[in-house]
């Protein structure tokens, strides 16, 4: 289900929220702004398990991050020790998780996004006075992320046919045939992206200097309490992290 | 030989694809798989040579269940032509398209040489060797494809709509390659929507696909 409130209040919580996430120095503070942003994917009505799920690569490979830089990061008190020396300390574990919560919190903000369609994210971005041919490219390039996935699975099925057992082979081999992978699957969205660049020309996009639409965004009430009350609570949190130390 | 005995495929819980197919392709038969959109013919191509697989029946390539296998073991008894040749591309040049999968598992042969050079004048690439492939036609795409399968020696051949969008003297060629694969023993399963594919004289089978299920015509 679509989300019912405007476009730009969406990416206004998608922009403080990520915001938070950066500027927040300890794990208390990334821990409170993760689970502002958990309460929000609830409010809009994400699964976050789903979202755990959908990006399952993404967050193995943030565990691995973590779990490298608890074992590299020195200072703090000792917590495992082998043979003297000092394998996980409390700065590295603390770090490690403040990590983990920075990028979780990010993938739940991006989340937020989806409850609009791609059509009301570009207006929105018109409407914030981003020029109409950049907001239209990025919700291209969006649409062109899980197209592109989608095209790269499929090399790997067609490499796995020609006798190829990527898993067995040795890490430079596995560089070049991802090389091999990669050419024609980059090569493949270029030419997609020029014959939807030729075929929009020919349907007169770009022909006029003003663009009207069918649907014009405009701000509701509900947008405007849930604009204040995110932006009170953004400030609220950027005063006590910093004003109060 | 591929069996499939009792298969059952469902994308989703609400779209059930294929129901209960029993049926068994032989080598040295040349079957036409026609039916709408999406009466899931690709699916049961896919299914066949382990593309796409389900928990729901049996299928078996030359007597050996295929989830005891991985694609790369399954495709030395079957090769699948993908609609879209461009899929199946990968190397700088025609020539080392043929011969990079042997490049990297460590077993180019000067006779895998020789295969390679005796396939490009059967499709009639010679004059390509050294041309990107993605830089040429889409009929010399679609035959460039077709050697790669056949530089394994596959027995039995997928084709997803082989012909669409091609030119006629392409198609003749790729229909002529197909007629004298099958007989000279090979099998052939041919999705198409070319209800009059010309069996000439090979012993041919018409299949249709309609709400899941497959019919002899």
Partial sequence: ???????????????????L????????????????????????????LKTLYRMRRLVSMIIFIAFFQSLTTSGGRPIITLLGANIVTSKGLVDSLSFVLRMGNIMLAVMLGTKHDSRD??????????????????????????LFGQEFADRIKAVSLRGINIKKLKLSKKIKIYSHILVPAISGSIIKSRDIASSMETRGFRA?????????????????????????????????????? | MIELIDVSFAYNKNNMVLRNITYTFKEGVLYVLGGK??????????????LVKTKQGIVKVSGTNIYKKTVGEISEHV??????????????????????????????????????????????????????????????????????IMMRDTKFIIFD????????????????FILSF????????????????????????????????????
Avoid at chain 1, 214 to 237: E, P
């Fill in chain 1, 1 to 19: 289900m679509k989300s019912r409130l405007d476009p730009r209040i969406t990416m206004l919580f998608i922009v403080l929220t990520s915001t």
């Fill in chain 2, 161 to 176: 709509e082989p012909t669409s969008s091609i030119d006629a003297e392409c198609k003749a060629m790729i229909h002529e």
């Fill in chain 2, 37 to 50: 959109n999406g009466s899931g013919k690709t699916t049961m191509g896919k299914l066949m040579c382990g």
């Fill in chain 1, 21 to 48: 996430s950066v500027l927040a120095s300890n794990v208390y503070w990334l821990l409170l702004v993760f689970l502002l942003t958990l309460l929000l994917n609830i409010v809009f009505r994400l699964n976050p």
């Fill in chain 1, 121 to 146: 994210m570009i207006d929105g971005l018109a409407k914030l006075k981003i020029p109409y041919e950049l907001a239209f490219m990025t919700g291209i390039a969006l649409k062109f992320i899980p």
């Fill in chain 2, 182 to 217: 099958v007989e000279n023993g090979g099998g052939a399963f041919i999705i198409s929507h070319d209800e009059d594919f010309n069996l000439n004289g090979v012993n041919g089978m018409n299949l249709r696909m309609e709400g899941g299920m497959l019919y002899e015509k």
């Fill in chain 1, 208 to 245: 006029y200097p003003d663009r009207t639409n069918l649907r014009v965004l405009k701000l509701k009430l509900a947008d405007y309490i849930a604009m204040i009350i995110a932006s009170s609570i953004f400030l609220l949190i950027i005063y006590f992290m910093f004003a109060r130390r």
């Fill in chain 2, 79 to 148: 090769g699948y032509l993908y609609q879209n040749p461009d899929l199946q591309l990968f190397a700088p040049t025609v020539y080392e398209e043929l011969v990079f999968p042997y490049e990297l598992n460590g077993t180019l042969t000067y006779e895998i040489k020789e295969r390679a050079e005796k396939l490009l004048q059967v499709f009639k690439l010679e004059d390509k060797k050294d041309t990107f492939p993605l830089l040429m036609s889409l009929g010399e795409r679609q035959r460039l494809a077709l050697a790669t």
